[in-house]
C-alpha cells in the first residue's frame, strides 16, 4: 500500500464529502427562503425557467444550486409585489366607489373604518373550486399573498380579519356581518378581486 497515495485518497474523499453537506445545507436554505415567499417549486421553475425537477435536486443537494440563486429568487419579488399592488389597488377603488370619493396616493388613516375578511385556503381543491380562474396558484402562495396585503391594508387603518377556508365558517361568518355594505364588500373581494393572480 502507498502511505502516500491512500493519504491523498482519504483527503479527496472528505472533501466530496464536506462538498455535498455543504450542498445540501445551501439547498435546505434556499428552499426555507423560497418557502417564507410563498413560491412553490412550480411557481419558482416557471419564473426561472428551468424545470421542477431541478429545483427539487437543488433544494434535496442533488446538484449544486446556481452561484446567483439568491439573486434569482430576489428576481420573483417583483411578480409578487406586482400582485398584491393590484389587490391593494382594487380594494382601495372599490373602497373610493363605495364612498363617492376619488382615490389619490396610498396614506395612513385612508381605509379607517373600513373591515375586509381573507379567506385562508388550506386545501387545493377549495381554492380551485372558489377561484376558478386561478390555475397555477398554491394555496402557500395564496396565503403568502393574503398576509403581505393585510399588512399595507393594516397600516393604511383597515380592519382585517383571517379565517381558514372550510364551507361552514365561511357561511357562518357571512350570517353574521352586521353591515349590508360590508357583506357586499367581502363577496365583491371574494369573487372579483383575483383575476390577477
Known amino acids: 500500500m502507498d502511505p502516500v497515495r491512500d493519504g491523498e485518497g482519504t483527503s479527496a474523499s ?82 373610493a366607489d363605495l364612498r363617492k370619493v376619488a382615490i389619490g396616493p396610498e ?29 397555477a396558484v398554491s394555496p402557500n402562495i395564496f396565503n403568502a399573498h393574503v398576509t403581505r396585503v393585510k399588512e399595507r391594508l393594516m397600516a393604511m387603518g383597515a380592519e382585517v380579519e383571517l379565517i381558514d377556508f372550510n364551507r361552514r365558517a365561511y357561511d357562518v361568518y357571512r350570517s353574521i356581518m352586521r353591515a349590508p355594505e360590508n357583506h357586499d364588500t367581502l363577496v365583491m373581494w371574494m369573487r372579483e378581486t383575483v383575476g390577477f393572480v
Open 107 to 135: 396614506k395612513p388613516d385612508e381605509l379607517r373604518g373600513t373591515q375586509f375578511v381573507f379567506a385562508r385556503f388550506l386545501k387545493t381543491q377549495d381554492l380551485r373550486r372558489f377561484y376558478p380562474q386561478i390555475k
Open 14 to 95: 472528505a472533501s466530496a464529502a464536506t462538498d455535498v453537506k455543504d450542498r445540501a445545507a445551501r439547498g435546505r436554505e434556499w428552499r426555507k427562503r423560497r418557502r417564507w415567499m410563498g413560491i412553490s417549486r412550480a411557481f419558482a421553475a416557471t419564473h426561472l425557467d428551468v424545470a421542477v425537477d431541478t429545483v427539487r435536486r437543488w433544494e434535496a443537494g442533488e446538484i449544486p444550486l446556481p452561484d446567483d440563486a439568491d439573486e434569482m429568487l430576489d428576481g420573483i419579488w417583483p411578480v409578487l409585489s406586482a400582485m398584491d399592488d393590484k389587490l391593494v389597488k382594487d380594494l382601495r377603488n372599490k373602497m
